[in-house]
């Protein structure tokens, strides 16, 4: 610094020195130019005149070099000045918000008014500082000026971008709950897995049975698989109160017997047989006495059996 100063007090002119520089360089000019005009040789006009536009070209030449040395100080001294100032500029604290703080108060903040018309810039062209940390990237603030005024930023509520969102309301998705007795065909093909084929044979299979008692039952429906069934048990049941087509035992004749699905020609002769010998059947009971049947397929059987 102090090689600076005295560099610059050896190539910085005043006024009056530039005006001393002229003068010396006008009488030594004449003092070079005046015994010509005293000589008894013959005088060269020509020679006179260049010599002449050599002088007055020296002389603009030197007088440029000492203006831009002058514009060259006083531009440092501008500079050194305004930073000097912004250096040392009390700030002072106060609450305020990013997205609407002024230029002055930015400056009152202790900001210099290069940063000050940066941030106002950025805002301006739609900026939004969302949080504190957004301060720090600021280029060419002091960290600790940074941080003796972040605490003191404030926000709004809600930024203005949000509020022109659009909420989007997600709705619960409902469970398809479907009674296997009452749904039709085409019901039933809203469940997965089941198409118009499936669906037209699992009604054609509740009408045989005269209904289902529960839905494992759908197994025996032809085509209809097990990881279907896992996939469609939480969407269906069967109504407590539905009400199946029972077959009466004792009046039912050897034909109609045999089209239900759990009925075997077998078993209908048997049925039959003990029929005529004991008069009637009563109950359950005794069907598991008669001789002869499978049990595994009266038990599916029975439950479509009123005496």
């Not at 359950?284 to 008669?290: F, L, Q, T």
Request: glycine share 4%; proline share 5%.
């Amino acid at each position: 610094m102090m090689l600076h100063k005295i560099l610059q007090s050896l190539t910085t002119f005043s006024k009056n020195e530039r005006l001393g520089i002229y003068l010396l360089l006008l009488i030594s000019s004449g003092i070079w130019i005046f015994p010509l005009f005293f000589s008894r040789d013959e005088i060269n006009l020509a020679d006179l005149k260049i010599t002449e536009v050599e002088i007055n070209s020296h002389i603009q030449t030197l007088s440029k070099r000492v203006d831009s040395q002058s514009l060259k100080n006083k531009k440092f001294d501008d500079d050194h000045s305004f930073k000097k100032t912004d250096k040392f500029r009390k700030p002072e604290l106060f609450s305020f918000n990013p997205n609407k703080t002024t230029l002055d108060d930015w400056i009152r903040l202790g900001l210099s008014e290069r940063n000050a018309i940066t941030i106002t810039n950025y805002v301006a062209k739609g900026g939004y500082f969302k949080r504190k940390e957004d301060l720090k990237k600021i280029y060419g603030i002091p960290p600790q000026l940074i941080d003796n005024i972040i605490p003191l930023a404030v926000f709004d509520e809600e930024p203005k971008y949000i509020s022109q969102q659009t909420v989007k309301v997600v709705k619960p998705k409902q469970v398809l709950q479907l009674d296997i007795n009452a749904a039709d065909s085409s019901t039933l093909t809203m469940l997965p897995g089941i198409g118009d084929r499936l669906a037209s044979r699992i009604v054609k299979f509740r009408n045989r049975l005269g209904g289902f008692v529960h839905v494992s039952q759908l197994l025996e429906v032809y085509g209809l698989q097990d990881s279907i069934l896992d996939k469609i048990t939480p969407m269906i049941f069967v109504a407590p109160a539905f009400s199946i087509e029972k077959i009466d035992i004792n009046k039912i004749d050897y034909p109609l017997l045999t089209k239900h699905p759990y009925m075997t020609y077998s078993m209908a002769k048997i049925i039959l047989a003990y029929r005529r010998a004991h008069g009637r059947i009563n109950g359950a009971d005794e069907m598991y006495n008669i001789a002869g049947i499978p049990q595994d397929q009266l038990v599916k059987f029975l439950p479509y059996c009123m005496y």
